[in-house]
């Protein structure tokens, strides 16, 4: 995510720690960083939620509001995810448009919620083909420790999850948790060399070769996927990773319900 | 072969006898045709068809980097510009860059970034343009393959071309290469790209639904394809820069006959001996 720079010295003594199997901040290689996450944060937003994994920290905000569908899914909710990466959570980042990380990010982060059909947004359908309701995800990163990708949507899940419609104030009805039918939960895995790390801290993703992000939902089944950096992966190393993912995904999936 | 027993009555984008929409079996590529070095002022430049993808890719580069704080003093920037034309779907398409072209523009950049030996060229960029002109599901990777040629074509120094394929699953069922009807139906959509001589994955997306079965069936029909796509790009480039004799000799005419009388043969053995003519003969007739 960022282009600052890494010394040989640390580059080394994190690539021999992990070879060791032990990372430099004592987790074993397939091991994410411990996960804390807070419902219900912000008072103002219909669903809210803030995450800590590891010294990561993000904060999403879920808004509401009724607009027009899309002419193809006239039935339908939208949903709609924005990443915004203030200069306050790193010095690599810089205030101004989205850049394309962060436009990759928000998308990775969108395609898990919208493709595992977490929310079923049939039943936000007012009145079809001028009436939906729309969900903005806001991502807010306060605090780059590595691994966006995995802190955002853990947010975003979360946020969801809580989310009340406010139909009411719409004149539309009692107000309504917003229908949250799955759990899809990302596990992104960094290459450094020839290893496999699990939930990189900003040291191992600043020298990764490659990264794979993969959501699972409840079943294990792939929901998403997405390969970033410069470097490659073998097919064997992509099933290794997807095998990883539905594990650690199983472990991390009930810490994210309220 | 596949169960079929869930596909959804009403749309039926795979029959019960495996056979798609368009005709095609699970395993089928659609038509797909490539030109290498179609562009005038671009340094290298890919045409590429594939199925009603319509996709042109330019090359231009090493050049110097713009803006210049971008550029790198140890290597050679790749940098990718995906663009849709207005005109290339059926809604017409907003001009300039969306969140989607940025994004398919990006993971495009980085495909190629480790395969280029972009160290050779520091502080340059090699500028990728791939210009979708009719879209019909697949384009990333009708791109990407296009960009591929182009950057042949443009001689940039290479470890091996990029190939690209998509593999899906519509009906139940894990299909290649789906189509825009398929991709807008279907349940799952997954493109790749490797680099054929390693089998390194350099780009790998997916969205959708697919168990982890699914999933490794998809990767080898889209691994077994890309080896029939690499087959055609490479065809591409002969076909560009491989000339037949007659074409050599209409080029360059014939070099004119000698006037002089060659050296006489040196009697010195250098490596190999040199045949003693008269001595063979006098072999021959010693022997008969």
């Known amino acids: ?258 | 072969m596949v169960d079929i027993e869930h596909i959804p009555k009403e749309l039926k984008l795979i029959d019960e006898k495996g056979v798609r929409l368009d005709g095609r079996r699970h395993d089928e590529l659609r038509p797909i045709r490539i030109e290498a070095g179609v562009l005038r002022r671009a340094d290298g430049s890919a045409y590429v068809e594939w199925g009603g993808n319509k996709v042109l890719a330019a090359v231009y580069g090493p050049r110097e980097a713009h803006p210049r704080h971008l550029q790198d003093p140890a290597r050679a920037l790749v940098q990718c510009r995906y663009n849709m034309a207005p005109f290339s779907v059926s809604d017409r398409k907003r001009p300039g860059p969306d969140r989607r072209s940025v994004e398919i523009s990006k993971v495009i950049s980085e495909a190629f970034a480790s395969v280029v030996f972009a160290e050779q060229f520091p502080r340059t960029s090699v500028d990728i343009f791939i210009e979708v002109l009719q879209a019909d599901a697949g384009t990333r990777c009708a791109g990407l393959t296009a960009a591929s040629v182009a950057l042949a074509d443009a001689g940039v120094p290479m470890r091996d071309l990029v190939t690209s394929c998509a593999s899906g699953k519509i009906g139940g069922v894990v299909c290649l290469d789906l189509n825009k009807d398929e991709d807008n139906f279907g349940e799952a959509d997954c493109p790749m790209a490797i680099v054929p001589r390693t089998g390194e994955l350099v780009l790998l997306q997916m969205d959708g639904h697919l168990t982890y079965d699914e999933f490794q069936k998809a990767m080898e029909l889209s691994i077994a394809a890309t080896q029939r796509i690499y087959e055609m790009q490479r065809d591409a480039l002969r076909r560009r820069y491989s000339l037949s004799i007659d074409e050599i000799m209409k080029e360059s005419p014939a070099a004119p006959p000698r006037e002089t009388e060659l050296p006489e043969m040196s009697t010195q053995i250098v490596g190999e001996p040199e045949l003693d003519f008269d001595a063979l003969d006098e072999d021959r007739e010693g022997g008969a």
């Not at chain 1, 008072?43 to 607009?67: F, P, Q």
């Not at chain 1, 097919?235 to 995904?249: A, F, L, M, N, P």
Request: glycine share 8%; charged share 30%; aromatic share 6%.
């Open chain 1, 1 to 258: 995510m960022s282009d600052d720079i890494l010394s040989d010295l640390m580059r080394d003594y994190v690539y021999r720690s992990a070879k060791a199997g032990r990372r430099t901040d004592g987790r074993a290689l397939d091991e994410p960083r411990k996960l804390a996450v807070e419902h219900g944060v912000v008072k103002t937003a219909e669903g809210s939620a803030r995450v800590k994994l590891g010294n990561t920290d993000v904060i999403v905000g879920i808004k509401m509001s009724v607009g027009q569908p899309y002419p193809d899914t006239p039935n339908t909710g939208v949903l709609s995810t924005t990443v915004e990466l203030i200069p306050m959570a790193s010095p690599t980042f810089e205030a101004g448009p989205p850049r394309p990380d962060a436009i990759e990010l928000a998308r990775v982060v969108d395609r898990g919620i919208r493709e595992s059909k977490m929310v079923n947004v049939a039943k936000l359908c007012i009145t079809p083909k001028e009436k939906v309701w729309v969900m903005f995800i806001d991502i807010h990163v306060l605090d780059f420790d590595g691994n966006l990708f995995d802190a955002s949507s853990y947010g975003a899940a979360a946020a969801l999850a809580t989310t009340i419609v406010p139909a009411k104030a719409q004149g539309l009805g009692d107000d309504f948790p917003l229908p949250v039918e799955h759990w899809p939960v990302s596990v992104t895995t960094a290459k450094i060399k020839d290893l496999l790390v699990v939930d990189p801290g900003l040291d191992e993703e600043r020298m990764a070769d490659a990264r794979l992000t993969v959501t699972t939902d409840e079943n294990g089944d792939i929901r998403a996927m997405q390969k970033g950096l410069k470097g490659s992966f073998s097919y064997d190393e992509v099933k290794r990773i997807i095998e990883t993912s539905q594990k650690v995904g199983r472990a991390l999936r009930p810490s994210l319900r309220p």
